[in-house]
């Protein structure tokens, strides 16, 4: 990879792109959609400043944790564009992502902790689904699988499930007299 000299302050779209480790047409994409800029020289060619790069790094990194470049794009145009975002640019920028970070953090943990148990989806395949989940009530609380999902603000519970309230039971609610598997501390 060719090195950067201190002096270039303006890098073409080749030299952004090996820099980036970023295709060419990537950066077109990017750049079409308002999250990186370019100048264009009397031939017609692109050149960005130096910090389209800490910018593509940025789009980069966000993109494989997951966010939408629709949240990226909101984020960027926090940053001033008349110079290069300082540190405390970049760090108001962060400040802002902490608890969706965190959120996106704590639900990749579970995620790498929790899959071999019972997530509440309601497939009952796993022989601890009729333990922690009897009869699929977990199905109650809505779709999806109850007790690996992680929402803003909810803190999940030692057994996995989450902190917010769920609604009764189908089961209970309609009197059924069919005991829980585990209801008498048998198991």
């Given at each position: 990879m060719?090195?950067?000299?201190f002096?270039?302050?303006?890098?073409?779209?080749?030299q952004?792109?090996?820099?980036s480790?970023?295709?060419v047409s990537?950066l077109h994409?990017?750049e079409?959609?308002?999250?990186?800029?370019?100048?264009?020289?009397a031939?017609n060619?692109?050149?960005?400043?130096?910090d389209?790069?800490?910018?593509?790094?940025?789009i980069?990194?966000?993109?494989?944790?997951?966010?939408?470049?629709?949240?990226?794009?909101?984020?960027?145009?926090?940053?001033?564009?008349?110079?290069?975002p300082?540190?405390?640019?970049?760090?108001?920028l962060?400040?802002?992502?902490k608890t969706?970070l965190?959120?996106?953090?704590?639900?990749l943990?579970?995620?790498?902790?929790?899959?071999?148990?019972?997530?509440?989806?309601?497939?009952?395949?796993?022989?601890k689904?009729?333990?922690?989940?009897?009869y699929?009530?977990?199905g109650?609380?809505?779709?999806g699988?109850?007790?690996?999902l992680?929402r803003?603000?909810d803190a999940p519970?030692?057994?996995?499930?989450?902190?917010?309230?769920?609604?009764?039971s189908?089961?209970?609610?309609?009197?059924?007299?069919?005991?829980?598997?585990?209801a008498?501390?048998?198991?």
């Amino acid at each position: 990879m060719t090195r950067l000299e201190f002096r270039v302050h303006e890098l073409t779209v080749g030299q952004l792109a090996e820099r980036s480790g970023v295709a060419v047409s990537a950066l077109h994409f990017y750049e079409a959609k308002g999250l990186i800029s370019s100048r264009r020289t009397a031939g017609n060619q692109r050149r960005f400043s130096r910090d389209a790069l800490r910018r593509v790094s940025f789009i980069k990194v966000s993109q494989r944790v997951g966010i939408p470049l629709s949240e990226i794009k909101r984020a960027l145009a926090t940053l001033p564009e008349e110079r290069t975002p300082t540190v405390a640019d970049w760090a108001r920028l962060s400040e802002t992502w902490k608890t969706d970070l965190d959120d996106r953090i704590a639900q990749l943990q579970k995620l790498r902790d929790d899959l071999t148990e019972c997530i509440g989806c309601g497939c009952l395949s796993i022989n601890k689904c009729a333990l922690t989940n009897p009869y699929d009530q977990l199905g109650d609380e809505g779709p999806g699988p109850r007790r690996l999902l992680v929402r803003h603000g909810d803190a999940p519970h030692a057994d996995g499930a989450q902190s917010t309230p769920s609604a009764p039971s189908a089961t209970a609610a309609q009197g059924d007299s069919q005991a829980e598997p585990c209801a008498d501390d048998i198991c």
